[in-house]
């Protein structure tokens, strides 16, 4: 990084940011294969490796997470220009606050969720008890064209009231 800094003060800041920039994008493609596994560790595992080579995989993974990190912290450190100052104290002050606006972005687009599939719950139950309303008004009718039909086709009713067989049923 010092060559850089020699080499041209006015691109020092573009490169040194495309090379870290570099180095944090392979840090947080190696943290989200570690989040990956860990999240899949929770899950009933389907495949064919064993306990042991899936432990020494994550192993693996966070040892060289770490690794990063530290060339990471090293390299703001040490090597940066002394034009940029306190490189690593700025970098970990901007992280921890995106940090912390991700969190509550994620807890607001939680909440949001949440509260559309408490709406589609009662949604569905609505319509769930809507059904069963029509259902039971739908059953009352239609006992009551029983009735009326097995009344009109009772021999009483005929006997009192007869009509030709070719009346209505229900007239």
């Known amino acids: 990084m010092q060559e850089i800094a020699k080499a041209d003060p006015n691109n020092v800041f573009l490169q040194i940011g495309n090379d870290l920039g570099a180095l944090m994008d392979a840090y947080d493609e190696i943290g989200q294969a570690f989040l990956t596994q860990e999240a899949e560790a929770a899950k009933v595992y389907t495949g064919k490796d064993s306990v042991g080579k899936r432990a020494l ?82 059953f009352v009718v239609a006992w009551y064209v029983a009735v009326l039909v097995l009344i009109r086709t009772s021999h009483t009713y005929r006997g009192l009231y007869s009509s030709p067989w070719w009346s209505c049923v229900l007239c």
């Open 57 to 138: 995989t994550r192993v693996i993974i966070r040892s060289r997470l770490d690794a990063m990190f530290t060339e990471l912290r090293e390299t703001m450190v040490y090597r940066a220009p002394p034009e940029l100052g306190d490189l690593w104290g700025k970098y970990e002050k901007m992280w921890k606050q995106i940090v912390i606006e991700q969190d509550e972005a994620h807890k607001r687009e939680t909440a949001k969720i949440q509260i559309e599939a408490a709406r589609q719950r009662r949604r569905v139950k609505k319509r769930k008890e809507d059904a069963v309303w029509v259902g039971a008004i739908l």
